[in-house]
């Protein structure tokens, strides 16, 4: 699961890593501890000229019933919903951390835990975008959902769901038109690679969306 994520590099150093070489200038983010759903973020991509981009789009789909920020791994090359998606719009998104909160009895404070790629920063997140109508403009916008799998030894106490993070020697592959979808890089994070730490044990903000995976 992806619901909240932190930024704290700046564009140069997302260019470098990614090795983006369009979109520079007209892609201006910030940097940030507590970035959610709905809201704008750079992702990268190869556009149609065969370079790789970065681009600001809209973070989930507003579906009448659900936010839908969040995309299954499992069978997503067979998903209605998500197919077409993940065979033309694969893309990255940049991040340096993803905050999880641990399911506890009712009444108690839930844990908040941090969780970092060592050596990765930014690391790269799975991702898949496609044109969706904003309900509310009418107007046709960029919008992405970051895919998620099953959890390693490490995020499995805390959450049964875990984001895929890409092998910086798979951005390449992941990133380049193919006919057919690379699904054998949606794999699990080794345990070995992906560090946990309890950041607090504040209960998550009223404001906080819906947490919804698509099937």
Known sequence: MCGRFKRGTDKQRVA??????????????????????????????????????IEL????FKL???????????????????????????CILPGDAIHEWQEVEKGKK?????????????FGMAAVWKLWKNPKTNHWEKTFAVLTGEPNEVMA????????FLEPHDYEEYLSPSERPP??????????????????????????VSLFDSQ
């Open 16 to 53: 470098k890593v990614f090795k983006v070489t369009a979109g520079l200038d007209e892609s201006v983010f910030d940097e940030g501890d507590d970035l959610r759903p709905q809201s704008m973020q750079p992702v990268i991509y190869t556009n149609e000229d065969g370079e790789r981009q």
């Open 64 to 90: 009448p019933d659900r936010l839908l920020f969040n995309a299954r791994s499992e069978g997503i090359d067979h998903s209605k919903f998500w197919r077409d998606a993940f065979q033309t719009g694969r």
């Open 110 to 122: 839930k844990p908040k835990y941090e969780f970092t790629v060592p050596g990765q920063h930014p």
């Open 183 to 208: 699904v054998h890089l949606l794999r699990i994070l080794p345990a070995s690679k992906l560090k946990a730490r309890l950041v607090d044990a504040t209960p998550i903000s009223n404001q906080q």
């Open 157 to 164: 106490p805390i959450h049964d769901r875990m984001t895929t």
């Open 57 to 60: 789009m809209r973070w989930a």
